[in-house]
């Protein structure tokens, strides 16, 4: 028996989020638990409902929405030691990837929320200028991130296209970028990398941007970070490199790069970080993995 805080972004996926959430309230309540939908019409206002209701009691929080949703209350969900419920219902869906959820199907996913018992999974602290975040999936920085930039400050067109339109024109200008790396390895010692790279990405699961598999084989709950990176290659051979990311074959190219990490320190002039596919400010920033951080409802990891 559970009480939940069933937390809607309506407009998820195309707006398929509040239908989803009407269907997750009558089989929940169907199941025994008690519900207190917890909506808004921005962010502070989700947090501030979410806040007060789980002062209350509540011991679960179901979040129907993507990764976007999630991230704006994670950090309320690990200092109450609530438990997650993940209804995807975004474009991206990477952290439902990473926890094997059906993300394409709501009644699958809550058959597996009513009967998958509780694990416990890492997630990724953020540090970059006065701000610290939580992450779940993917924090990333290069040529994703500018493109990202682009994209956002565009007004026309909507949807995928935006993105397609700001690719083409990141590419146009694109160079390498110079970056500086210090990390933390599992054993506590340190190093610092100074590299040409096309992107940097560090990763508590391993994919981003719907299912893009930058850190193909990272695991969410082995206590380390997948810093992964490409170094300079042609624009062409950029472009090819994305059908590639979806399938993890990427790691295979000699321009790429992984190390596994406690923690990482990301600096390089001009760009701007990305977590879970939110915008978390100018580098440099920090990354640190916060080891079994968030209980989720999820089938157990495979390894």
């Given at each position: 028996m559970r009480r939940a805080a069933l937390v809607v972004n309506p407009i998820s996926g195309r707006r398929?989020?509040?239908?989803?959430?009407?269907?997750?309230?009558?089989?929940?309540?169907?199941?025994g638990w008690t519900l207190d939908q917890v909506t808004?019409?921005?962010?502070?206002s989700v947090r501030s409902s979410l806040?007060?209701?789980l002062a209350g009691g509540v011991d679960t929080v179901v979040v129907v929405g993507g990764d976007g949703a999630l991230h704006g209350i994670l950090d309320l969900l690990v200092t109450s030691d609530a438990t997650l419920g993940l209804l995807p219902a975004g474009t991206g869906n990477d952290l439902a990837r990473a926890l094997g959820l059906p993300y394409r199907d709501p009644e699958a996913c809550l058959d597996l929320l009513l009967a998958s018992p509780s694990r416990r999974i890492d997630l990724a602290r953020v540090r970059c200028g006065e701000q610290e975040r939580l992450v779940?999936?993917?924090?990333?920085?290069?040529?994703?991130?500018k493109v990202n930039e682009r994209a956002n400050a565009?007004?026309?067109?909507?949807?995928?296209?935006?993105?397609n339109i700001a690719i083409l024109a990141e590419l146009r200008a694109f160079a390498p970028i110079p970056f500086v790396l210090e990390l933390t390895d599992a054993g506590g010692a340190t190093s610092r990398v100074d590299t040409d790279a096309m992107l940097v990405a560090v990763g508590n699961g391993p994919s981003f941007g719907g299912g893009l598999r930058i850190a193909h084989?990272?695991?969410l709950d082995d206590g380390l970070l997948d810093v992964c990176l490409i170094r300079p290659v042609s624009r062409s051979l950029l472009v090819r490199t994305f059908p590639k990311l979806q399938r993890g074959t990427h790691v295979t190219m000699p321009e790429f790069e992984?190390?596994?990490v406690r923690s990482v320190r990301l600096d390089a002039p001009d760009i701007?970080?990305?977590g879970d596919g939110e915008r978390l400010g100018p580098l440099p920033l920090s990354v640190e993995i916060v080891p079994a951080a968030l209980a989720v409802l999820a089938p157990a990891s495979e390894g």
């Open positions: 398929r989020g509040e239908a989803i959430a009407t269907v997750a309230a009558e089989r929940l309540q169907d199941a808004g019409d921005d962010l502070p806040r007060a209701v779940a999936t993917v924090v990333a920085s290069g040529f994703d991130s565009m007004r026309w067109p909507r949807g995928n296209m935006r993105y084989g990272a695991v992984r190390r596994l701007v970080g990305y």
